[in-house]
């Protein structure tokens, strides 16, 4: 599971900026923010099911969480002329 | 000559071992190291972890535009697992807008081993295009 995403980006003025983002914080706003999301994944599956796309929740929920213990050592940089981010996962 | 050769030499000079004895000891040990040495050329491998994209283009002004990517090869078999979650009626409006852009595929023909198959053999690709102003390169690492 990722443990820090760090992200660089190059400011207007041409100097660049680093963020370190804890994933345990963001686990922790998610938690917070729990009631909602449930919410919003009953919502989205009645909306499925109206529409007829039927989606598993439990394998969309393992999918994702394979997704996520999958992502450290993953790298994107693009550097095209003003535009310059470096976004790395540990 | 390596260590054991020496100690062998040793025990020859001290007199512990006659001069048949050491020449019986230092074939063994001429037979023992190319054996090694297959060993160690024949071992596997390491698996490759990542796949890298890299983009280069000096088309576009002074400095060159850059692409840098490293994608875990564990995190494209979770995207393929995920793409066996795709509901029928979706695949089926994917496939008829393939089939409309001139890509006929049947993407529900695509069987999730099939595709993890795919990703297994990738260490194998490498893609290296080199043009006057851009130069692209894929490979596992």
């Given at each position: 599971m990722p443990q820090l995403v760090t992200v660089r980006y190059?400011?207007?003025?041409?100097?660049?900026?680093?963020?370190?983002?804890p994933v345990l914080l963001v686990l922790v706003v998610l938690l917070m923010l729990s009631p909602l999301l449930v919410l919003a994944a009953l919502g989205?599956?009645?909306?499925?099911r109206v529409y007829g796309y039927r989606v598993s929740f439990l394998g969309a929920l393992g999918g994702l969480g394979q997704v996520l213990w999958a992502?450290?050592?993953?790298?994107?940089?693009?550097d095209d002329g003003q535009t310059a981010f470096l976004i790395r996962v540990f | 000559m390596d260590e054991q050769g020496r100690q062998i030499l040793m025990m020859l000079a001290e007199g512990k071992i006659t001069a048949d004895e050491a020449e019986r000891l230092i074939n063994a040990l001429e037979r023992q190291q190319p054996e090694l040495a297959a060993g160690a050329e024949s071992r596997p491998k390491a698996r490759p972890k990542?796949?890298?994209?890299?983009?280069?283009?000096t088309s576009t002004?002074?400095?060159p535009s850059r692409i840098n990517i490293r994608v875990p090869l564990q995190l494209l078999r979770a995207g393929v697992r995920l793409t066996s979650l795709v509901p029928p009626k979706a695949m089926t409006k994917i496939n008829t807008e393939l089939a409309r852009s001139g890509v006929p595929i049947d993407l529900s023909e695509l069987k999730p081993a099939q595709l993890e198959e795919?990703?297994?053999?990738l260490h194998e690709v490498t893609v290296d295009?080199?043009?006057?102003?851009s130069k692209v390169q894929v490979f596992c690492e």
């Amino acid at each position: 599971m990722p443990q820090l995403v760090t992200v660089r980006y190059r400011r207007p003025d041409g100097r660049w900026r680093r963020l370190f983002i804890p994933v345990l914080l963001v686990l922790v706003v998610l938690l917070m923010l729990s009631p909602l999301l449930v919410l919003a994944a009953l919502g989205g599956l009645i909306v499925g099911r109206v529409y007829g796309y039927r989606v598993s929740f439990l394998g969309a929920l393992g999918g994702l969480g394979q997704v996520l213990w999958a992502l450290p050592g993953a790298r994107l940089e693009i550097d095209d002329g003003q535009t310059a981010f470096l976004i790395r996962v540990f | 000559m390596d260590e054991q050769g020496r100690q062998i030499l040793m025990m020859l000079a001290e007199g512990k071992i006659t001069a048949d004895e050491a020449e019986r000891l230092i074939n063994a040990l001429e037979r023992q190291q190319p054996e090694l040495a297959a060993g160690a050329e024949s071992r596997p491998k390491a698996r490759p972890k990542y796949l890298r994209v890299l983009v280069e283009d000096t088309s576009t002004g002074d400095e060159p535009s850059r692409i840098n990517i490293r994608v875990p090869l564990q995190l494209l078999r979770a995207g393929v697992r995920l793409t066996s979650l795709v509901p029928p009626k979706a695949m089926t409006k994917i496939n008829t807008e393939l089939a409309r852009s001139g890509v006929p595929i049947d993407l529900s023909e695509l069987k999730p081993a099939q595709l993890e198959e795919l990703i297994d053999q990738l260490h194998e690709v490498t893609v290296d295009v080199d043009g006057f102003t851009s130069k692209v390169q894929v490979f596992c690492e």
